[in-house]
Every structure is written in C-alpha cells, then in structure tokens.
C-alpha cells in the first residue's frame, strides 16, 4: 500500500506565503502524477495542481502565477509553494498519486493523503 502524509498548512495572513510538502512512502518503484487538491467549507474538492514524473505541469487558472509545484522523484515528495495567499485559498489541502507502481505488475491509482488545514485570515 501507498501512504501519503502532508506537512506545511496552517494560518498565514493575506499575502503571506506557506509551503505544503507531501511524502509518499510504502514500496514504491515509481509514482507518475503528483499533485494537490483543495476543499473549502461548503464546496467540492478541486484540482489545484498535478506534476508528472517528467516534469509537466498543469494549474488552476486561480492560482496560476501565485503557486508553484515541483517534485524529487528520489523522495517520492512533491511541494506547493504558495505565494500572495488570499482569503478564497483557505481549505484542506489533499495530496494526491496516481499511478503509482509497486511492484511489476502492480499498479494503485488514485492515492489521497489526509489533508493539511490552510487558513488564510488578518
């Protein structure tokens, strides 16, 4: 099995900045997208960003410009930085792996961590 655990939230004022960091461990060959999901109170999870193994990457228009996603594929880790935080980035963060292999033949899709709190609050 796949475990995700997320690190990095908490509460930032208005355009403060947090970095979310995501270590994926378990027996692992190799993880192909990366990436972070939100959920604020009251609405449905949303795609923030993904990162593949190679490299591409792909944002929400609401936060393109202000975060950043990247990997070490040596870590099994993938890192949000979050820049010119407002208000409407206040929710969990999810981290998520899809198609990750863990053995030859053996391939988990759609691996979700547990959620680190962002606030964002003056």
């Known amino acids: 099995q796949v475990q995700l655990v997320e690190s990095g939230g908490g509460l930032v004022q208005p355009g403060g900045s947090l970095r979310l960091s995501c270590a994926a461990s378990g027996s692992i060959l190799s993880i192909d997208t990366m990436g972070w999901y939100r959920q604020a109170p009251g609405k449905q999870r949303e795609l923030v960003t993904t990162?593949?193994?190679?490299?591409?990457?792909n944002y929400a228009d609401s936060v393109k410009g202000r975060f950043t996603i990247s990997r070490d594929n040596s870590k099994n880790t993938v890192y949000l930085q979050m820049n010119s935080l407002e208000p409407e980035d206040t929710a969990v963060y999810y981290c998520n792996a899809d198609r990750v292999q863990v053995t030859y033949i053996r391939t988990l899709y759609n691996n979700w961590g547990r959620g680190t709190q962002v606030t964002v609050s003056s």
């Open positions: 990162i593949t193994r190679g490299g591409s990457r």
